[in-house]
Nanobody, 127 residues
Framework: QVQLVESGGGLVQAGDSLRLSCAASGRTFSNYAMGWFRRAPGKEREFVAAIKWNGDVVDYADSVTGRFAISRDDAKNTLYLQMNNLKPEDTAVYYC????????????????????WGRGTQVTVSS
């Protein structure tokens, strides 16, 4: 059974940084692309970032490009999201997600590509 558990959220001020972690278990983590998504209050869940199974391709939403960095440590079965220069509009519940295809040649922004989801971690940015 695949499990994804996020951690690292919290309450910070605008301009601060946070690093989110996602601990994965239940399958060979290194074989799958991973993604981060978020749901802000009153909005639909949206794509934030994705990383290919081998880490050589990353993709970011325009709203976080240059501020957020996705990475993975396959030895620790852990996905990360480094978030810098946080803004109030980054306030959301952040979810990590695991791709359905082994060693996919591309990353994806489409939520249907990700059958495995964590429960999320709350990030609140005050102005």
């Amino acid at each position: 059974q695949v499990q994804l558990v996020e951690s690292g959220g919290g309450l910070v001020q605008a301009g601060d940084s946070l690093r989110l972690s996602c601990a994965a278990s239940g399958r060979t983590f290194s074989n799958y692309a991973m993604g981060w998504f978020r749901r802000a209050p009153g909005k639909e869940r949206e794509f934030v970032a994705a990383i290919k199974w081998n880490g050589d391709v990353v993709d970011y939403a325009d709203s976080v490009t240059g501020r957020f960095a996705i990475s993975r440590d396959d030895a620790k079965n852990t996905l990360y999201l480094q978030m810098n220069n946080l803004k109030p509009e980054d306030t959301a519940v952040y979810y990590c997600a695991g791709d359905k295809q082994t060693r996919s040649t591309m990353t994806s922004r489409a939520q249907y590509r990700y059958p495995y989801w964590g429960r999320g971690t709350q990030v609140t940015v005050s102005s």
